[in-house]
C-alpha cells in the first residue's frame, strides 16, 4: 500500500510538470559516425510484391545471395548472416552484409560494384522475378531504403519501402535495376559525430560497360534489357549523396509511422460507425417489438394454466444446458482468452513505445512470450467452465486445452 501511494504521488507530480515530454524508446543505442568512418549497408531476404492490378504473383521469398540471382558478394567470400530476432526469422527476414562500401559523408559517383556474369539459368531467374515483382529491400543503420522522389531541396517523400528488382515492359523487354543512387540523411550532433536519420534509393537500369583499364560510364541512358540474347553479364554501380538534415535520431522512424490521408481514414471510420449503429438500432426495434408483443399475449393468457409456452418461453430453459461437445467449447472459450490477453498486452506495450520499430521482429517476438504466458489463463478459463456446466471428465479437458490449440 505504501508503495502504491509513492508511485501514485510520482505519476501527480510528474503530469503537474510542462516540461515532461514523452518519446518512443527506440530499444537500440544510436550510433555515432565521424567523417570517413564506415556505414553499414545490409541486404535482406527478397520478397513480391503487390503489382499494378491489386495481384501478387508469388509468395517464395529468396534470399540475397541466392545462386538464381548473381549478385555481387563481399570481396568473393561468404557473406555474414546478421543477428536476428525470433520474430524477425518468422517474418522471412534473412539479414546479410554488403559489398557496398560507404563512408560518412563521403559521396561516390558512379563506382563500380563488380562484374557478374550470368547463364541462361540465371538469367532465365531473373527474368521470371522481375515479372513476378520481387523487390530488395536494403538496410543502413537499421533503417529500410525507400523508393523515393526528391524535388528540389526538400527532403524525400516516402514512396514504398524497398524497390523493385527490375520491370518488364513486354514479354521481350525485361530491364534489370543495375546502377543504385543512394541518397542517405545526416543529423549533425555536434563534436565532429553524426547520426544517419534517413535513406531513399533510386534504382536504374543501364547497360554499362567496364573492364579493368576503363571505369565504368553511368551516363548512358539507355537501359539494360535481359531479354536480349547477347547478354551474358551484368555490371552493377552505385552513386552515394550525403545531406544534412535537421531530422533528430529519436524522430527519423515517423516518416515511416506517419499516416497519409488520415482525413479519408476518419472518414471511412465515422460512416461504418453509423451504418453500424443505424443496423444495430433496426434490429433492437424489431426485437422490441416481438418480445412486447410475446409478453402481453403472455400476461393475457397467464390464467390459463393449460396454455402452451410460445416465444421466447421455448428456449429459455435450453440456456443453460452443456452443449453436446463441452469440451470442444471449453477449450475454444479459454484459448479465446489467451489470444484476447496477448493482443491486449502487445498493443498496451506498443502504445507504451517498448516495442520500437528499429529492433526488427520486436513486436512478434513479444506478441509469441504473451501467448506462452498467458498459456495458464487458457487452462484456467476451459476448467472453470467446464466445472459450472458440470463436466465430470477433467483429465480429458486438460489433455485438450494442452494438445488442442498449444501454447
Given at each position: 500500500m505504501i508503495l502504491g501511494g509513492i508511485a501514485l504521488l510520482g505519476t501527480i507530480a510528474t503530469c503537474l510538470f510542462n516540461c515532461v515530454d514523452a518519446y518512443y524508446m527506440p530499444g537500440l543505442a544510436p550510433i555515432n559516425y565521424k567523417e570517413g568512418d564506415k556505414v553499414e549497408l545490409q541486404v535482406?531476404?527478397?520478397?513480391?510484391s503487390i503489382n499494378?492490378?491489386?495481384?501478387?504473383?508469388?509468395?517464395?521469398?529468396?534470399?540475397?545471395?541466392?545462386?538464381?540471382?548473381?549478385?555481387?558478394?563481399?570481396?568473393?567470400?561468404?557473406?555474414?548472416?546478421?543477428?536476428?530476432?525470433?520474430?524477425s526469422i518468422l517474418f522471412g527476414d534473412r539479414i546479410y552484409e554488403s559489398p557496398f562500401k560507404l563512408s560518412m559523408k563521403v559521396d561516390e559517383k558512379c563506382k563500380f560494384l563488380c562484374k557478374s556474369s550470368i547463364d541462361d539459368f540465371q538469367k532465365w531467374f531473373l527474368i521470371g522475378k522481375i515479372k513476378e515483382n520481387y523487390r530488395?529491400?536494403?538496410?543502413?543503420?537499421?533503417?529500410?531504403?525507400?523508393?523515393?522522389?526528391?524535388?528540389?531541396?526538400?527532403?524525400?517523400?516516402?514512396?514504398?519501402?524497398g524497390f523493385p528488382l527490375g520491370y518488364a515492359k513486354d514479354k521481350n523487354t525485361v530491364y534489370i535495376y543495375n546502377h543504385y543512387d543512394i541518397q542517405i540523411l545526416y543529423h549533425d550532433v555536434g563534436k565532429n559525430y553524426n547520426r544517419v536519420v534517413g535513406v531513399s534509393i533510386s534504382p536504374k537500369s543501364k547497360k554499362t560497360e567496364s573492364s579493368f583499364l576503363t571505369k565504368p560510364n553511368c551516363e548512358t541512358a539507355e537501359p539494360l534489357n535481359l531479354a536480349l540474347k547477347s547478354v551474358d553479364q551484368i555490371v552493377y554501380t552505385y552513386s552515394v549523396t550525403w545531406k544534412k538534415s535537421d531530422i533528430t535520431w529519436s524522430t527519423r522512424?515517423?516518416?515511416?509511422?506517419?499516416?497519409?490521408?488520415?482525413?479519408?481514414?476518419?472518414?471511412?471510420?465515422?460512416s461504418s460507425f453509423i451504418i453500424v449503429l443505424f443496423l444495430a438500432g433496426m434490429v433492437a426495434l424489431i426485437f422490441l417489438r416481438v418480445l412486447r408483443k410475446e409478453i402481453l399475449q403472455y400476461n393475457?393468457?397467464?390464467?390459463?394454466?393449460?396454455?402452451?409456452?410460445?416465444?421466447?418461453?421455448?428456449?429459455?430453459?435450453?440456456?443453460?444446458?452443456?452443449?453436446?461437445?463441452?469440451?470442444?467449447?471449453c477449450v475454444l472459450v479459454g484459448s479465446g482468452y489467451q489470444i484476447f490477453?496477448?493482443?491486449?498486452?502487445?498493443?498496451?506495450?506498443?502504445?507504451?513505445?517498448?516495442?520500437?520499430?528499429?529492433n526488427r521482429g520486436s513486436l512478434t517476438s513479444a506478441a509469441l512470450a504473451f501467448y506462452m504466458l498467458f498459456g495458464f489463463s487458457a487452462g484456467n478459463n476451459s476448467s472453470h467452465l467446464y466445472n459450472s456446466y458440470g463436466g465430470t471428465n477433467r483429465k480429458s479437458n486438460v489433455l485438450y486445452t494442452i494438445f488442442f490449440i498449444p501454447a
Open positions: 535482406n531476404a527478397l520478397v513480391p499494378h492490378q491489386k495481384k501478387i504473383k508469388a509468395i517464395v521469398p529468396y534470399d540475397y545471395y541466392h545462386k538464381g540471382f548473381g549478385f555481387c558478394r563481399p570481396d568473393d567470400k561468404e557473406p555474414k548472416q546478421a543477428r536476428s530476432s525470433l520474430g530488395m529491400d536494403w538496410l543502413i543503420d537499421g533503417l529500410p531504403a525507400i523508393q523515393s522522389q526528391i524535388d528540389g531541396e526538400q527532403e524525400p517523400e516516402i514512396a514504398s519501402i522512424w515517423d516518416s515511416y509511422l506517419a499516416v497519409k490521408n488520415s482525413a479519408i481514414h476518419w472518414i471511412s471510420l465515422v393475457s393468457n397467464e390464467n390459463d394454466a393449460m396454455s402452451e409456452d410460445f416465444g421466447w418461453k421455448l428456449v429459455h430453459g435450453d440456456v443453460f444446458r452443456p452443449p453436446q461437445r463441452l469440451n470442444l467449447l490477453y496477448m493482443i491486449l498486452l502487445t498493443i498496451v506495450f506498443a502504445l507504451l513505445g517498448l516495442l520500437s520499430p528499429s
